[in-house]
């Protein structure tokens, strides 16, 4: 069976530190790869998408970046996080094609001190 | 464009009686539907989903959602809230041509009160 692990799941960093936030999807090949965020209290706000190695779209212009250096990995980084960084951030896959449902991660909360 | 509408941002409702989330949605393809339920702190999980087969649609912890394409609605209901039922819950949309792109709704957050 299909399975994704995400981590760390709590990070405390301050202002201007750099961010590496990994997820890898087990079970499956080709996923399509997501980094979602989720400010407290609001919706979920997708950040980059990924359809395969090297291939990274990205959805709000900000600080952060993403890659993909490979099949199942997905790999979001800083290299000097702000203040409004902070919240929850969910890694999730889907199958490739269409029609198919987003798997999560059990999430990584980032304090940005 | 897609977008989702979920019309009641706080839910609540005692232990015992039924659940009834509501969401709206617009679609310009035939759209596949999902229901999401987050506990705090933690991943989202999926309830259930509709891909074009029944359109009642049964899933996990006897939770369930009828697709009305007249309505363009996918209200989730469950007839007896359980107090573990307590979360919050997205509708999601995916429209068939393309499959990375689902849009979700803004959260219901579901209070059981004993």
């Known amino acids: 069976s299909q399975t994704i692990h995400q981590w760390p799941a709590t990070l405390v960093q301050p202002v201007g530190s750099p961010l590496s936030l990994e997820c890898t999807v087990e079970?499956?090949?080709?996923?399509?790869l997501y980094w979602y965020r989720q400010a407290a209290g609001r919706g979920l706000q997708l950040l980059f998408y990924s359809v395969g190695i090297g291939q990274i779209s990205s959805e709000v212009p900000q600080n952060l970046s993403a890659s993909r250096p490979q099949d199942r990995q997905f790999i979001l980084s800083s290299k000097k996080l702000l203040l409004s960084d902070s919240g929850f951030y969910l890694c999730?896959?889907?199958?490739?094609?269409?029609?198919?449902?987003?798997?999560f991660g059990e999430g990584s909360r980032l304090t940005v001190l | 464009a897609q977008s989702v509408t979920q019309l009641d941002s706080h839910v609540s409702v005692s232990e015992g009686t039924p659940v009834l989330l509501r969401c709206n949605y617009s679609s310009s393809y035939s759209p596949s539907l999902f229901w999401y339920v987050q506990h705090p702190n933690k991943g989202l999980q999926l309830l259930l989903k509709?891909?074009?087969?029944?359109?009642l649609v049964k899933g996990i912890n006897g939770f369930e959602a009828e697709f009305k394409k007249s309505e363009t609605s996918f209200h989730l209901t469950k007839p007896s809230a359980h107090m573990s039922d307590a979360a919050e819950y997205f509708c999601v949309v995916s429209e068939k041509n393309y499959g990375q792109n689902f849009v979700f709704g803004p959260g219901t957050r579901l209070s059981v009160l004993p």
């Open positions: 999730a896959w889907s199958s490739a094609g269409v029609g198919g449902e987003l798997f």
């Open positions: 079970g499956t090949s080709n996923p399509n």
């Open positions: 509709y891909t074009s087969a029944a359109t």
